[in-house]
């Protein structure tokens, strides 16, 4: 008899879950770690209310009023509730409980530590490089990342580490998704401490210090050495295949530009050579024909000089001849003279 009611309970049971599923409210909580919070159930207070978390009944964190409440909310208040109503009132069968609302609680929470600090030294510059892990965001998207630096404690003979002032580096309110950062004007060969920290809505996250040491500067000799034994590795055949591409590249361009230069030259003379001829002709099919720029100047008087009257001749005798139109003479050959 038993086992039959039992079996009747869960079938109602499982029917009423089947019929309620999409009556069921959801509702999303996010509370910063230290808060308080109340959730009502959203029902009568009169009603007969269950709080439970995974199956579990929470009845201490329910007030008079059916609504669950947290004090000083840590971590461990996150997870998924659920407020159920009795539907039955009857004593002889077990209470059934209808869920009405469920509800999701979120804690943020201050960041955690980044993730795979690490520093990059040379001589006079850093690198810091980091990463952002998902569980360690606090629950809440990062604003910006903050750095500082300071040399190590124990180069201060007279200061204890507490004293030691840290440095803040720029920008001082670095891009959240920046994931390294540049230090520059460092002292070569000299140690210092790198600490970082991611901040989000809820506060500053924890703080990750980290030494590092720069390099030392290189001498002369030092570089001389380097070289060497590079020079050392470096084999015969890599100089002479090098040395043959350069003079082959070389003798390349010395041929390109000399056939170059030589077309040009030709062309020159040959379009030199064909406009005297073209000028020639005009002259001689166009006699005074005049290719100069003064071709509209008139030409000046021609003094003819008389001659068989001794050594001497008469003024009398000169005459100022002038022509109307420009003569040439033409003479054996290429010459062409005007007068």
């Given at each position: 008899m038993k086992s039959d009611l039992a079996v009747a309970v869960f079938l109602l049971k499982l029917l009423l879950n089947l019929n309620f599923a999409n009556s069921l409210i959801r509702r999303d909580y996010s509370v910063h770690a230290g808060k308080n919070i109340t959730i009502p159930c959203i029902k009568s207070v009169t009603d007969t209310i269950l709080w439970t978390r995974d199956g579990n009944n929470i009845s201490s964190s329910v007030n008079e009023e059916n609504s669950l409440v947290f004090i000083d909310v840590t971590t461990n208040e996150a997870g998924l509730y659920?407020?159920?109503?009795?539907?039955?009132?009857?004593?002889?069968?077990?209470?059934?409980?209808?869920?009405?609302?469920q509800v999701q609680i979120k804690v943020k929470t201050k960041p955690g530590a980044v993730g795979s600090f690490r520093v990059r030294a040379t001589t006079i510059i850093a690198v810091l490089i980091w990463e952002v892990w998902r569980n360690r965001t606090g629950n809440a998207?990062?604003?910006?990342?903050?750095?500082?630096?300071?040399?190590?404690?124990?180069?201060?003979?007279?200061?204890?580490?507490?004293?030691i002032e840290w440095q803040r580096l720029d920008p001082q309110h670095i891009?959240?998704?920046?994931?390294?950062?540049?230090?520059?004007?460092?002292?070569?060969?000299?140690?210092?401490q790198f600490r970082i920290w991611a901040s989000n809505e809820v506060g500053s996250g924890e703080i990750y210090t980290i030494g590092a040491r720069t390099v030392p500067p290189t001498e002369?000799?030092?570089?001389?050495?380097?070289?060497?034994?590079d020079a050392k590795e470096f084999k015969k055949e890599y100089w002479i295949v090098a040395v043959g591409i350069v003079m082959g590249t070389l003798l390349i361009l010395t041929i390109g530009t000399t056939l170059i230069l030589w077309k040009e030259c030709r062309e020159s003379s040959e379009d030199e050579s064909d406009k005297d001829l073209v000028q020639n002709m005009h002259v001689i099919l166009n006699p005074g024909f005049c290719h100069d720029d003064d071709q509209?100047?008139?030409?000046?008087?021609?003094k003819t000089h008389f001659y068989g009257y001794g050594n001497h001749y008469n003024d009398d005798y000169e005459k100022d001849m002038t022509f109307s139109r420009k003569m040439s003479i033409f003479f054996t050959g290429n010459t062409i003279k005007r007068i």
């Open positions: 659920i407020c159920s109503v009795l539907t039955n009132s009857s004593s002889d069968i077990e209470p059934l409980y209808q869920p009405h609302m998207p990062i604003i910006d990342f903050t750095a500082e630096m300071r040399k190590q404690p124990e180069l201060f003979s007279n200061n204890t580490e507490e004293n891009a959240p998704n920046a994931r390294q950062l540049e230090v520059y004007h460092l002292v070569p060969n000299t140690s210092y002369e000799k030092d570089l001389i050495m380097r070289i060497l034994e509209n100047r008139p030409l000046s008087p021609i």
